[in-house]
């Protein structure tokens, strides 16, 4: 069976129309969300609002989070005072614009999902703030799907999608009898099977070159993953964005499909949470 699984919808509600469209014309009726469904983007209301529409099992992203507990944890990957504060005035314009029916439904969102052996989660299985980058240190990656106890985890938060296959994964533990009269020691190794992290992208903000919203196809059966991209309007997004008042960076880089910040080192950029 076939599942879809999208992610960092942040608040285009060109981009999730089009997605859930190409998704329908498939015919796959078992979908996933994996967060952030505001943030950024000009029409809050209007995602939160499909995703109840439709029923979509969705578990709560970074964002959903910021809005209803406040930016209160110290996580923020801003590299500049700059950035933050686009993202504060971001923070606050959604908070203003969101329903009392809507805050309520992201606060009740669960932090993850589970299906079997599959685990659907916006960052990682420890918070939804947290990056899992392709790059990441192999151990770390596998420990995180390991001790989740997942065979595959899906995830989002980083607007890339990817595909990593876990193999080959051990642990070696060296273990000594009568530690304190110097009992003979054994070593162990404990092979671990084949995990897998699979990385959804973002409908609504993509940021892996292009302006495409991007998710992901899971075949339960034959465990083939297809990395989806779909084009929607971006202009209407972008002329929404500007309309709202939002800082139209924000627009800017959506057309090009890549983050844009300040990269300069910044000495004096001190977390403010």
């Excluded at 106890?149 to 607007?159: I, N, P, R, S």
């Excluded at 193999?167 to 190794?189: C, F, H, K, L, N």
């Excluded at 465990?223 to 939002?246: F, K, Q």
Aim: charged letters at 25%; proline letters at 5%; one cysteine or more.
């Amino acid at each position: 069976m076939a599942h879809a699984v999208i992610s960092c919808l942040h608040a285009n509600h060109a981009a999730l129309e089009a997605v859930l469209a190409d998704i329908d014309q498939q015919g796959i009726d078992t979908l996933t969300c994996l967060g952030d469904l505001v943030g950024y983007g000009p029409q809050p209301n209007e995602v939160v609002e499909l995703i109840r529409q439709r029923a979509i099992p969705t578990c709560q992203g970074c964002w959903d989070e910021d809005i209803i507990e406040g930016l209160n944890a110290c996580d923020c990957s801003y590299p500049s005072q700059l950035a933050e504060r686009r993202g504060h005035l971001a923070h606050q314009w959604t908070a203003d614009q969101l329903s009392e029916e809507n805050k309520d439904f992201l606060a009740n969102l669960p932090m993850s999902l589970r299906r079997d052996r599959l685990l659907f989660v916006h960052g990682s299985p420890n918070s939804q703030h947290e990056y899992l980058l392709p790059n990441m240190d192999a151990f770390a990656a596998l420990e995180r799907v390991e001790t989740a106890g997942a065979d595959t985890l899906f995830c989002g938060h980083t607007h890339h999608p990817y595909v990593r296959e876990l193999r080959d994964g051990s642990i070696r533990v060296r273990v000594q009898e009568g530690v304190a009269s110097g009992g003979p020691s054994e070593e162990r190794e404990i092979n671990l099977p084949v995990r897998r992290i699979i990385n959804a992208g973002s409908v609504g903000e993509p940021r892996h070159g292009n302006t495409n919203a991007t998710y992901v196809i899971h075949d339960e059966q034959t465990g083939t993953v297809e990395i989806r991209e779909v084009a929607y309007d971006v202009e209407r997004t972008c002329r929404a964005i500007v309309e709202s008042g939002l800082p139209p960076i924000f627009a800017w880089r959506l057309r090009h499909g890549f983050e844009y910040a300040e990269r300069a080192d910044d000495a004096s950029h001190v977390c403010e949470r």
